[in-house]
Nanobody, 119 residues
Framework: QVQLVESGGGLVPAGGSLRLSCAASRSIFSFNAMYWYRQAPGKQRELVAAITSASSTNYKDSVKGRFTISRDNTKNTVYLQMNSLKPEDTAVYYC?????????????WGQGTQVTVSS
C-alpha cells in the first residue's frame, strides 16, 4: 500500500510563503506523475501543480509565477513552494500520485494539509 504524507501547512499572512512537502512510502520514480490539488470550503477540488517523472511541470494559471513544484528523488518527496500567498489560496492541499501497472491505473491521495492565508 502506497502512502503519501503531506506537511508544511499553516496560517500565514497575505504575501507570505509556505513550503508543502509530500513524502511517499516508496520510490517516486514508480509514479508517472505527482500532483498538488487543493479544495476550498464549498468548492470542488482543483489541480494546482503537476510534475512528471521527467520533471516537466505544469501549473494552474492563477498560481503561475508564485508557486513552484519540485521533487527530490533521493528523499521520495515532492514539494510545493508557495510565495506571495493570497487569501484565495486558502484551502486544504492534497498530494496525489498515479502509476500504471499491467494496464491498470492506480491513484493515491494524501490526507491533506490546511493552508490558511489571512488578509
Amino acid at each position: 500500500q502506497v502512502q503519501l504524507v503531506e506537511s508544511g501547512g499553516g496560517l500565514v499572512p497575505a504575501g507570505g510563503s509556505l513550503r508543502l512537502s509530500c513524502a511517499a512510502s516508496r520510490s517516486i520514480f514508480s509514479f508517472n506523475a505527482m500532483y498538488w490539488y487543493r479544495q476550498a470550503p464549498g468548492k470542488q477540488r482543483e489541480l494546482v501543480a503537476a510534475i512528471t517523472s521527467a520533471s516537466s511541470t505544469n501549473y494552474k494559471d492563477s498560481v503561475k509565477g508564485r508557486f513552484t513544484i519540485s521533487r527530490d528523488n533521493t528523499k521520495n518527496t515532492v514539494y510545493l513552494q508557495m510565495n506571495s500567498l493570497k487569501p484565495e489560496d486558502t484551502a486544504v492541499y492534497y498530494c496525489n500520485a498515479d502509476r500504471v501497472l499491467a494496464g491498470t491505473k492506480y491513484t493515491y491521495w494524501g490526507q491533506g494539509t490546511q493552508v490558511t492565508v489571512s488578509s
